[in-house]
């Protein structure tokens, strides 16, 4: 195939800049905004500070309790993110990679899963949590973050494996390794890329996630950030800086983690186009 024209290129550049613009203006003016004090914010929403006030975020932090709050959010996205994605490596690697009685069976209700609307569940899970004791736990989050999200980290995964050629496998049968040994030291190795991927969309994911965590807990101790965040914004309606202030600390963690993996999501993308 021939390369495209120079006019193509250019035209899909603009566009992609146009819908990027598009999406980082309300993000850069959250964080400009968030240094402003509440006089300069109502006169003149749309400039620069006049004056910085970086104790927007120390007062934010500290009357919002986010100390609590991010401790919280942390702890339930690490550990439903770690499940999520071991469960989902070892799933796909056992349907990509072998072929035992029930395997559509059981790639159909993987794919089942992606279709049925997790929140139309809540209150299936909410009376099944409260039978078996784990209702206003943070366990009780964790187990449904993972129910919920393993449908995707499976689809990914699979088409990912399924690429691998299988003398992989019989070089390493040969050389005397074990069907988890040949996971362990190959196959999860050369899915980084992939894992990256669904890394990313798993933590953004439960990171973000309002409905569950209303649901399923009550006590304000054990509450995530985007119900701390909705309690804050509820009560100092009348401090829009410090609402600012607080959004840009919870959209932190996503962008840290976005940078930390996205050398391995661009190689994942480069390598799919070039199998492409």
């Known amino acids: ?18 819908i990027g ?28 500070p006049k004056a910085w ?13 986010l100390g609590v709050y991010f401790w919280n959010s942390i702890f339930v996205t690490a550990v ?23 395997q559509k069976l059981v790639s159909g209700i993987f794919l089942l899963g992606m279709v049925i609307p997790i929140h139309a569940t809540i209150i299936p899970t909410f009376i099944t949590m409260n039978k078996i004791g784990l209702l206003n736990t943070h366990l009780s989050l964790i187990l449904a973050y ?32 074990g069907v988890y040994r040949i996971f362990w030291s190959i196959i999860l190795p050369m899915t980084r890329p992939a894992l990256a991927t669904v890394v990313i969309l798993n933590f953004i ?8 965590a209303l649901v399923l807990i009550n006590d304000s101790a054990l509450k995530t950030l985007p119900l701390g965040l909705s309690n804050f914004a509820s ?12 959004l840009g600390m919870a959209l932190l963690p996503i962008l840290t983690v976005y940078l930390a993996l996205e050398k391995q999501l661009v190689q994942g993308m480069t390598v799919g186009a070039v199998k492409g």
């Open 1 to 18: 195939m021939g390369k495209a024209p120079v006019w193509k290129k250019s035209l899909i550049y603009a566009f992609l800049s146009i």
């Open 21 to 48: 613009v598009f999406n980082i203006m309300p993000i850069l003016w959250m964080l400009m905004n968030s240094f402003k004090s509440e006089q300069d914010y109502s006169k003149h929403p749309l400039t620069w």
């Open 53 to 65: 006030f970086f104790s927007n975020y120390m007062e934010a932090w500290k009357v919002a309790k």
């Open 80 to 102: 439903a993110v770690v499940a999520t994605v071991l469960l989902g490596a070892l799933a796909s690697y056992f349907l990509s990679r072998f072929i035992f009685k029930g």
């Open 146 to 177: 993972v129910a919920f999200h393993l449908s995707l980290t499976v689809y990914i995964l699979v088409g990912f494996m399924k690429s691998y050629p299988k003398d992989i496998e019989e070089s390493a049968i040969m050389d005397g390794s």
């Open 205 to 212: 994911y439960n990171w973000n996630e309002y409905l569950f």
């Open 235 to 246: 009560k100092e309606t009348t401090s829009y800086t410090l609402q600012m202030a607080a």
